[in-house]
């Protein structure tokens, strides 16, 4: 064989390399495009599961409260979830609302959720979590 001939099998051409590149960057487009979709849907999962976390402890403190002071105020408008819960990301706020069905008896519903932009109050969009429940008078 002659010297010139093995010069040629030796590497890539430029233009190989530049077909495979982009053959490459194609198929990447779609992968990352996933990646991305699967970590914001992480993300919200994760703000769901937490604000409903929060909202069970802030209502099972309240049903506690309410057996030694049933009649207290337990209505609250953009609290932070923090001044409840030891250790909470400050951007968790939460709404609790009474309502007296009977003497003897309130609908209490608490709703927690996610501020998003930081302006110390849940708009309807922003809400991820309401738990509703009935409070019976002890004695």
């Given amino acids: 064989m002659s010297k ?3 010069k040629k099998s030796a590497g890539f051409t ?12 194609m198929a990447m487009v779609p ?4 990646l991305t979709s699967v970590h914001l849907t992480a993300s ?9 976390d ?5 209502l099972e403190n309240i049903k506690a409260r309410s057996v030694y002071d049933f ?4 209505n609250k408008v953009n609290e932070e979830v923090e001044d409840v819960i030891d250790g909470v990301d400050e951007s968790y706020l939460y709404t609790s609302r009474a309502v007296a069905q009977s003497p003897n008896l309130k609908r209490m ?21 309401t738990l509703d429940t009935l409070i019976a008078k002890r004695w």
């Fill in 44 to 52: 919200l999962v994760e703000q769901r599961t937490k604000s409903l």
């Fill in 71 to 74: 009649t207290g105020n337990y």
């Fill in 4 to 6: 010139n001939a093995n």
């Fill in 31 to 34: 992968i990352l495009k996933g």
């Fill in 54 to 58: 929060y909202a069970q402890t802030i």
């Fill in 109 to 129: 519903t608490v709703v927690t959720g996610y501020d998003k932009n930081d302006n110390g109050t849940l708009q309807t969009a922003e809400v991820l979590v």
């Fill in 14 to 25: 430029l233009t190989e390399v530049i077909v495979a590149s982009s053959l490459l960057i």
